[in-house]
Nanobody, 114 residues
Framework: QVQLVESGGGLVQAGGSLRLSCAASGIIFSLKTMHWYRQAPGKQRELVATITTSSVTNYADFVKGRFTISRDNAKNTVYLQMNSLKPEDTAVYYC????????WGQGTQVTVSS
């Protein structure tokens, strides 16, 4: 049974930083591409960043240069370092992996005040 648990969200002022974590269990983590998504109120969920099994990364244009995705296979954890945060980054952030379908965590709230 796949389980994803996000943590690290909170309230931060514009220009600040947060680091999100997502701990995975129930799968061979090192064999999985991992994704971070976000969903703002009234908006569709959108892809933020991806990291492959060989640690190749890809970012949405709206976070390039500000966010960094990384992984620690020994800890079965994927991270999202978020710098230079903007109010428009306010959203619930989710990690996701595909294993017999898409598997999501419960999300962690990030609120950026202006």
């Amino acid at each position: 049974q796949v389980q994803l648990v996000e943590s690290g969200g909170g309230l931060v002022q514009a220009g600040g930083s947060l680091r999100l974590s997502c701990a995975a269990s129930g799968i061979i983590f090192s064999l999985k591409t991992m994704h971070w998504y976000r969903q703002a109120p009234g908006k569709q969920r959108e892809l933020v960043a991806t990291i492959t099994t060989s640690s190749v990364t890809n970012y949405a244009d709206f976070v390039k240069g500000r966010f960094t995705i990384s992984r620690d296979n020994a800890k079965n954890t994927v991270y999202l370092q978020m710098n230079s945060l903007k109010p428009e980054d306010t959203a619930v952030y989710y990690c996701m992996l595909t294993h017999f379908g898409d598997n999501w965590g419960q999300g962690t709230q990030v609120t950026v005040s202006s």
